[in-house]
């Protein structure tokens, strides 16, 4: 259903499950993983060039990831009503193994492999998502704090944005 399944039936179960367990709802992961590698090597050398990351969602990421404006109208109406949901929204995290050191040795890391908060997820993949939690930010006097976060190579949302146009 989050990347478009269009079964009515399965959608208004998926939307009634975010409807009532939203509170808990970012407690669900779902993980992939993905092969990173040193510079000037080849993917198919030895294992000593390569590490395995495992990327965990949450529901919410893959509702901004796939567009699925229903769960997100939802996700979003709570986030109006409870500020405390709204902050742990907007800073929530990709869950990954990556580790800061990593960063100094491996390039071409994606960048979900780099633990994006829900708004770095926005800026990348779904702008009105980012127009709605933007405006819910400011409503709760969160903006300021939204715009002051980093990912994990450093990059704040104005930066982030300039490379993911």
């Not at 000037?40 to 969602?57: G, Q, Y």
């Not at 990831?65 to 229903?70: N, R, S």
């Not at 742990?88 to 979900?112: A, R, S």
């Amino acid at each position: 259903v989050l990347k478009g399944n269009e079964n009515e039936a399965k959608k208004l179960k998926v939307l009634q499950y975010f409807k009532d367990n939203w509170n808990t709802i970012n407690n669900i992961k779902y993980s992939r993983q993905e092969k990173i590698f040193l510079p000037h090597t080849k993917p198919n050398k030895a294992d000593e060039t390569s590490k395995i990351v495992t990327i965990s969602f949450s529901p919410l990421h893959l509702a901004i990831i796939y567009k699925c404006a229903d769960i997100l109208a939802s996700v979003f109406k709570h986030m109006m009503e409870d500020a405390e949901f709204c902050g742990e929204v907007l800073i929530l995290p990709i869950g990954t193994n990556i580790e800061n050191d990593d960063l100094k040795v491996y390039t071409d890391i994606p960048d979900e492999v780099c633990a994006l908060s829900t708004v770095f997820l926005c800026v990348k993949y779904n702008a009105d998502a980012l127009r709605d939690i933007l405006d819910i930010a400011k409503q709760h006097k969160m903006l300021d704090d939204v715009m002051k976060a980093k990912e994990m190579r450093g990059m704040n949302l104005l930066h982030f944005s300039t490379r993911n146009k």
